[in-house]
T-cell receptor
Framework: NAGVTQTPKFQVLKTGQSMTLQCAQDMNHEYMSWYRQDPGMGLRLIHYSVGAGITDQGEVPNGYNVSRSTTEDFPLRLLSAAPSQTSVYFC?????????FGPGTRLTVT | GIQVEQSPPDLILQEGANSTLRCNFSDSVNNLQWFHQNPWGQLINLFYIPSGTKQNGRLSATTVATERYSLLYISSSQTTDSGVYFCAVDPGGTSYGKLTFGQGTILTVHP
């Protein structure tokens, strides 16, 4: 199993640009989520999904959209990037009570 | 929402030393996990431990759910133990599956 994969690993955007962070898992987990990690802080939940077609907001959803058309994929879209969205983004899937994280995407917005 | 506090914020050890990291949480939880974030940023599951004690090699964890805290013990530390240790809790109920993370303990192990 590849586990949870994320692309790209690094990205630089200009303010106002849009982009999609990709996340995929091959473990057939129903639950997937996106977190962001800022310096000196723990991870904060952006959006999550309990299965294909079902998504909901986490703690910090503003400026981000998600969709879940398949069990495997859970992309995160930045609609109009802002410097405050400079962060490291982690995708995760969950089996029963254990969460498994991808390697992260480091995003810089200038 | 639930609050999660970890202590100490920073810990510096010599190789071979033992350490205890603490995680306090403000309300009852459905789930508690410990993670290690290595220097390359990868988050690695250490323990899923909503209550009781578990051991895995040099690491062990204890959660006392009734008193709302968890402890992570690292014995005979090695330089590869360096990184950030996070605890994260799942409150359950209407927040089921939504992990709330503590701010982490930064561990540095010197040779």
């Amino acid at each position: 199993n590849a586990g949870v994969t994320q692309t790209p690993k690094f990205q630089v955007l200009k303010t106002g640009q849009s982009m999609t962070l990709q996340c995929a898992q091959d473990m057939n987990h129903e639950y997937m989520s996106w977190y962001r990690q800022d310096p000196g802080m723990g991870l904060r939940l952006i959006h999550y999904s309990v299965g294909a077609g079902i998504t909901d907001q986490g703690e910090v959803p503003n400026g981000y959209n998600v969709s879940r058309s398949t069990t495997e994929d859970f992309p995160l879209r930045l609609l109009s990037a802002a410097p405050s969205q400079t962060s490291v983004y982690f995708c995760a899937s969950r089996y029963e009570y254990e969460q498994y994280f991808g390697p992260g995407t480091r995003l810089t917005v200038t | 929402g639930i609050q999660v506090e970890q202590s100490p914020p920073d810990l510096i050890l010599q190789e071979g030393a033992n350490s205890t990291l603490r995680c306090n949480f403000s309300d009852s939880v459905n789930n508690l996990q410990w993670f290690h974030q290595n220097p390359w940023g990868q988050l690695i599951n250490l323990f899923y431990i909503p209550s009781g004690t578990k051991q895995n090699g040099r690491l062990s964890a204890t959660t006392v759910a009734t008193e709302r805290y968890s402890l992570l013990y690292i014995s005979s530390s090695q330089t590869t133990d360096s990184g950030v240790y996070f605890c994260a809790v799942d409150p359950g109920g209407t927040s089921y599956g939504k992990l709330t993370f503590g701010q982490g303990t930064i561990l540095t192990v010197h040779p």
